[in-house]
């Protein structure tokens, strides 16, 4: 069964750091979207992403973070400069149509800012 | 804003036992409802979906009824396997595109 991959599972990083998260959606999906974790907390809907331009985002996504599908394959979540507060499970996922009852999730990147 | 409360966990079982997780929301208009799982190492995954009132969402044995009168969804299952120990997420949407709008996810452990 198609998966949404996500790399690192893992990723440690100092405060003022840029990372970079990356997803591999399934591959004839045309919707992309991010999400967070902050430990002990309510997943969180950061931005979406279709026809190469961000369709909505959340006021958590401020201009420390841009998401680019700079191939035909990857989606990416770019922090520019961390911050300790930034340490959360982000999760990936992405949907043929646009709609909930068809979106698929990838298992994760946990972020570590220290 | 729209919002999803479930109960806090983690809530541990011996196989075999009735399970119920609550879930409450708050939400302006008609809301779509979900339930997410995520097993060990994997991603979130639907496990059953209402649309409207009175509606009942089911899949590998879990059902959950849409209440508009309480605005619950609560998420059962009759006998709970090892196997579905995993975390679960109680999500609704306004419309059926618009961000999922999530609860904080309850641990299930089930014990043999």
């Known amino acids: 069964e198609p998966e949404v991959t996500q790399t690192p599972s893992h990723q440690v990083t100092q405060m003022g750091q840029e990372v970079i998260l990356r997803c591999v959606p399934i591959?004839?999906?045309?919707?992309f979207y991010w999400y967070r974790q902050i430990l002990g907390q309510k997943v969180e809907f950061l931005v979406s992403f279709y026809n190469n331009e961000i369709s909505e985002k959340s006021e958590i996504f401020d201009d420390q973070f841009s998401v680019e599908r700079p191939d035909g394959s990857n989606f990416t979540l770019k922090i520019r400069s961390t911050k300790l507060e930034d340490s959360a499970m982000y999760f990936c996922a992405s949907s043929e149509t646009g709609t909930n009852e068809k979106l698929f999730f990838g298992s994760g990147t946990q972020l570590s800012v220290l | 804003g729209d919002s999803v409360t479930q109960m806090e966990g983690p809530v541990t079982l011996s196989e075999e036992a009735f399970l119920t997780i609550n879930c409450t929301y708050t939400?302006?208009?008609?809301?779509?409802l979900f339930w997410y799982v995520q097993y060990p190492g994997e991603g979130l995954q639907l496990l059953l979906k209402?649309?409207?009132?009175?509606d009942k969402g089911s899949n590998k044995g879990f059902e959950a009824t849409y209440r508009k009168e309480t605005t619950s969804f609560h998420l059962e299952k009759g006998s709970v396997q090892v196997s579905d120990s995993a975390v679960y997420f109680c999500?609704?949407?306004?419309?059926?595109?618009?961000?999922?709008?999530f609860g904080k996810g309850t641990r299930l452990s089930v014990i043999a």
């Open positions: 999500a609704l949407s306004d419309r059926g595109n618009t961000p999922l709008v």
């Open positions: 939400a302006t208009g008609y809301p779509s």
């Open positions: 209402a649309t409207k009132a009175d």
């Open positions: 591959s004839n999906h045309l919707y």
